[in-house]
Nanobody, 126 residues
Framework: QVQLVESGGGLVQAGDSLRLSCAAS????????MGWFRQRPGKEREFVTI????????YYADSVKGRFTISRDNAKNTVYLQMNSLKTEDTAVYYC???????????????????WGQGTQVTVSS
């Protein structure tokens, strides 16, 4: 079992930055790739980004490429999502999730992920 807890969400203005954190506990954190998903109001949960277990490889959805950066610190069992140049359409509940290394890269299908956090709300006002 892996327990995931997100933090860092909040209310910001368009153009601002925000950094989300996801703290993991339980099984070996470095054994998992970590992803971020979001669910915008009235929409289905969507893939945002994923990072490899080593932190070397990353992959982003086109909608956030160049604005968001995922990183991880395996010594701290934490994955981060740095969000810059936020737009109103980035308003969503953001979830971190863990997926095993055996799944073909990149893992964009939420059904493939094994563990999920409870989510953190990000609201971007105009």
């Amino acid at each position: 079992q892996v327990q995931l807890v997100e933090s860092g969400g909040g209310l910001v203005q368009a153009g601002d930055s925000l950094r989300l954190s996801c703290a993991a506990s339980g099984r070996t954190f470095s054994g998992y790739r970590m992803g971020w998903f979001r669910q915008r109001p009235g929409k289905e949960r969507e893939f945002v980004t994923i990072i490899s277990w080593s932190g070397i490889a990353t992959y982003y959805a086109d909608s956030v490429k160049g604005r968001f950066t995922i990183s991880r610190d395996n010594a701290k069992n934490t994955v981060y999502l740095q969000m810059n140049s936020l737009k109103t359409e980035d308003t969503a509940v953001y979830y971190c999730a863990a997926v095993g290394r055996e799944i073909p890269w990149p893992v964009r299908d939420s059904a493939k992920y094994d563990y999920w956090g409870q989510g953190t709300q990000v609201t971007v006002s105009s």
